[in-house]
C-alpha cells in the first residue's frame, strides 16, 4: 500500500498541467479580495492551511469554478491529510469532490484519488489514537464524495480490525437504533449512507458486534 504523501505528489504531478487561475469569481463575504490575491500569488505548494480554508468551505456555492478548484485541488488534499483540525473538516473536503464530479475525469486523474483514498484510509486504520473517530470522519466524506466504500467496509472485516469495528459501531450505535449514522454531515444525505447501514445491519457484522458483548 502507497504512503499517503506518496499519493499526493502522484496528485501534484497527475494535476500538473493545470494553469494558475486569472481570477477567482467568489461573494466578497466569502471569500475576500485579500484572500483571493493570496490564493493568486503564491506557488501552490506554498498556500497554507489559513488561506485556503474559505475557498474550500465555499467552492461550488458561492465560490470557484471546475477549473480553478482543479488546480488547487492537490494542495487541498495535502492539508486535510495533515492538519486532522483542519476547518472544512475532511466530511466538507470530500464533499466538494462530489460537487466537482470527479467520476467523470480522466481515468489517470480517478486513479490518483483512488489510490490516495486507498492510501488516506490505511492510514487511518493504523491511527493508535481516537483511530474510530477520524474513520467515521473520513468514511462519510468518502460516501458523500461518491466513492464507493464497500471494499473498505470489508476491510474493517478483517480480524486484526475487529476492535477498530467495534469501534466504528460504538461511534453510530445510538444512531442505528433509529436506522440513521451519527456523523451529522449524512443528514442532508442519508441516500448514500445506505451502505454503511445496511452493512452494519447486515447478519455478518450483528453476530461480531454481538459476540464481542457476550463475551
Known amino acids: 500500500m502507497q504512503d499517503v504523501q506518496d499519493t499526493i505528489e502522484n496528485l501534484y504531478t497527475v ?34 492551511a489559513e488561506v485556503l480554508s474559505s475557498y474550500t468551505m465555499s467552492v461550488f456555492l458561492t465560490v470557484g469554478s471546475e477549473e480553478d478548484y482543479r488546480y488547487f485541488l492537490p494542495r487541498i488534499l ?10 472544512p473538516s475532511k ?35 493504523g491511527l493508535e489514537k481516537n483511530a474510530a473517530r477520524h474513520l467515521d470522519d473520513l468514511l462519510c466524506g468518502l460516501g458523500l464524495a461518491g466513492v ?42 442519508r441516500d448514500k449512507a445506505t451502505t454503511i447501514i445496511e452493512w452494519f445491519q447486515s447478519d455478518k457484522i450483528q453476530a461480531l458486534i454481538w459476540s464481542h458483548y457476550n463475551h
Open 148 to 189: 464507493n466504500l464497500q471494499a473498505y467496509l470489508t476491510r474493517l472485516e478483517h480480524p486484526d480490525l475487529h476492535s477498530l469495528l467495534l469501534g466504528y459501531f460504538e461511534e453510530n450505535a445510538s444512531s442505528l437504533e433509529k436506522g440513521t449514522l451519527s456523523n451529522s454531515f449524512w443528514s442532508n444525505n
Open 91 to 125: 466530511e466538507v473536503v470530500f464533499e466538494r469532490l462530489g460537487r466537482a464530479n470527479w467520476l467523470s475525469w480522466s481515468a489517470i486523474e480517478k486513479k490518483a484519488l483512488c489510490e490516495y483514498f486507498d492510501a488516506f484510509f490505511e492510514y487511518t486504520i
Open 78 to 87: 495535502e492539508i486535510v491529510f495533515q492538519k486532522v483540525d483542519w476547518w
Open 15 to 48: 494535476f500538473a498541467a493545470k494553469k494558475p487561475p486569472q481570477g477567482i469569481d467568489a461573494c466578497y463575504c466569502c471569500l475576500s479580495e485579500e484572500e483571493i490575491k493570496m490564493l493568486l500569488a503564491k506557488p501552490l505548494r506554498n498556500l497554507n
